[in-house]
């Protein structure tokens, strides 16, 4: 079973960044995926959510509006697209293929949102 987080980097507040998510090793489509991030010296957080039967998805407050979830069962990979980036959304980005019993994560993406 693998998780590779691809697609974080260094930006400007205000712009985008596209993280990628490779899946192996597991029936992709049967878990639901999240993206979760982690801050120096806080906990880690979740940040969305898409499920796997019907693709629903679901946001923290923090990131609605400015971030979307996206699967691509094909690809066996989950992307989280982010716009507006602020310097709070700076931390390392992990993903999360989960379904009952059953859990698995990346080793993570770095995001700095600077100037």
């Known amino acids: 079973v693998q998780l590779v987080e691809s697609g974080g980097g260094l930006v400007q507040p205000g712009g985008s960044l596209r993280l990628s998510c490779a899946a192996s090793?597991?029936?992709?489509?049967?878990?639901?995926m999240s993206w979760y991030r982690q801050a120096p010296g806080k906990e880690r957080e979740w940040v969305a959510q898409?499920?796997?039967?019907?693709?629903?998805?679901y946001y923290a407050d923090s990131v609605k509006d400015r971030f979307t979830i996206s699967r691509d069962n094909a690809k066996n990979t989950v992307y989280l697209q982010m716009n507006s980036l602020k310097p709070e959304d700076t931390a390392v980005y992990f993903c999360?293929?989960?379904?009952?019993?059953?859990?698995?994560w990346g080793q993570g993406t770095q995001v700095t949102v600077s100037s």
């Open positions: 090793g597991f029936t992709f489509s049967s878990y639901t």
């Open positions: 999360k293929a989960e379904r009952p019993l059953m859990a698995y």
């Open positions: 898409i499920t796997s039967t019907f693709g629903s998805t």
